[in-house]
């Protein structure tokens, strides 16, 4: 029986290997430390590569990794050791992607950190619980950029049905006074 394509984890490193964003999906990694070592190796093992111009695949702890740089930060996808490379590579370039857009291509570490939250939403609309829900950049920079409207936006920025929800909102709490 064939299983659904998953990832392990998604990791947004800096250029000296600290976090910037990661979401783990497996237990593969039970505690905090486990995590930080897996992440450790991770970027040893990858950093004297270029992967600047398109993806690369390495393999680690029976894990695939595939991979890519820009700038000062560091994008990796994790699966299991049976999964298929193109896959996760299709996610990876999604998630890539989809962070060049939301940044407005301005992607570097201090623009990722102060966008953290669009960032973390952007992990959280590709995948969920290890399932793939979503890989074309321009459908999750579009569900991200709805989830992060601001309601106190102008209504001429806010779509249809975010004024109808800004408008249902203020009439709760207009009548719950």
Same mark, same amino acid.
């Given at each position: 029986?064939?299983?659904?394509?998953?990832?392990?984890? @998604?990791?947004?490193?800096?250029?000296?290997?600290?976090?910037?964003?990661?979401? =783990? =999906?497996?237990?593969?990694?039970? +505690?905090?430390?486990?995590?930080?070592?897996?992440?450790?190796?991770?970027?040893?093992?990858?950093?004297? +590569?270029?992967?600047? +111009?398109? &993806?690369?695949?390495?393999?680690?702890?029976?894990? *695939? !990794?595939?991979?890519? $740089? /820009?700038?000062?930060?560091?994008? $990796? /996808?994790?699966?299991?050791?049976?999964?298929?490379?193109? @896959?996760?590579?299709? #996610?990876?370039?999604?998630?890539?992607?989809?962070?060049?857009?939301?940044?407005?291509?301005?992607?570097?570490?201090?623009?990722?950190?102060?966008?953290?939250?669009? *960032?973390?939403?952007?992990?959280?609309? !590709? #995948? %969920?619980?290890? !399932? *793939?829900?979503? +890989?074309?950049?321009? #459908? @999750?920079?579009?569900? #991200?950029?709805?989830?992060?409207? %601001?309601?106190?936006?102008?209504?001429?920025?806010?779509? !249809?049905?975010? &004024?109808?929800?800004?408008?249902?909102?203020?009439?709760?709490?207009?009548?719950?006074?």
């Amino acid at each position: 029986m064939e299983a659904c394509p998953s990832v392990k984890n @998604i990791l947004l490193l800096d250029s000296e290997g600290k976090r910037v964003a990661v979401k =783990y =999906y497996s237990e593969d990694w039970p +505690t905090n430390s486990t995590k930080e070592a897996f992440e450790k190796a991770v970027f040893t093992k990858t950093q004297k +590569t270029n992967a600047r +111009t398109e &993806a690369e695949i390495a393999m680690l702890e029976n894990h *695939i !990794i595939v991979y890519k $740089f /820009v700038q000062d930060l560091h994008f $990796f /996808v994790t699966g299991g050791e049976e999964e298929n490379e193109l @896959i996760l590579a299709t #996610v990876l370039q999604g998630f890539f992607d989809a962070v060049g857009l939301l940044l407005r291509g301005n992607v570097d570490k201090k623009e990722a950190l102060e966008n953290l939250d669009l *960032i973390l939403l952007c992990l959280d609309e !590709i #995948v %969920d619980g290890g !399932i *793939i829900l979503e +890989t074309d950049s321009n #459908v @999750i920079a579009q569900k #991200v950029a709805s989830h992060s409207m %601001d309601a106190g936006a102008p209504l001429s920025e806010q779509t !249809i049905s975010q &004024a109808l929800a800004t408008a249902r909102e203020h009439l709760a709490r207009s009548l719950l006074k």
